[in-house]
């Protein structure tokens, strides 16, 4: 069972690995997202290649299966690069590493754990201050601000 297990995790890094390979331009995925991406891969397109030309266990079938993997890899690639990094697979912005790696809430939508750090609240109040005595804002919004802000902390 463990053979097994290891097995289908190195395999899954294998073809992961040859998909990043194959579609240019950087990808800073972790190790377990690589074997992950190879896996789900393998399934889908090892399963649709399977369903074609059949399991008979010849080279030619073996390698169908293969290829299959690793295009279906690549596609889920592609993929993740589209939609989830925002990212063009072609042109000048391909070849630039995403902004920030995206995190796992943000991909399954949970608010809080998107968009930049907040702010130091003391830094915030400082800018308030800045505004207030520069004429931007009055007393009343400064407060009302400053109320929010430290109900916030």
Avoid: C, N
Avoid at 131 to 137: P, Q
């Amino acid at each position: 069972m463990l053979v097994a297990i290891i097995q289908v995790m190195v395999s899954g890094f294998v073809i992961g690995a040859l998909a990043r390979w194959a579609i240019p331009g950087p990808d800073p995925m972790s190790v377990p997202m690589t074997i992950l991406l190879g896996i789900f891969g393998s399934f889908l397109g090892g399963g649709i290649a399977a369903a074609f030309v059949g399991t008979d266990e010849t080279s030619g079938d073996v390698f169908a299966i293969l290829i299959g993997s690793i295009v279906a890899s690549m596609l889920i690639l592609v993929l993740y690069r589209r939609f989830v990094q925002h990212r063009p697979l072609t042109g000048p912005d391909a070849s630039r590493p995403p902004a920030e790696p995206p995190h796992l809430g943000t991909m399954l939508g949970r608010p809080g754990h998107a968009g930049p750090p907040q702010r130091d609240v003391s830094e915030q109040l400082q800018k308030l201050a800045e505004l207030r005595d520069d004429g931007v804002l009055s007393d009343e919004e400064f407060e009302a601000k400053k109320a929010e802000l430290l109900g916030r902390s």
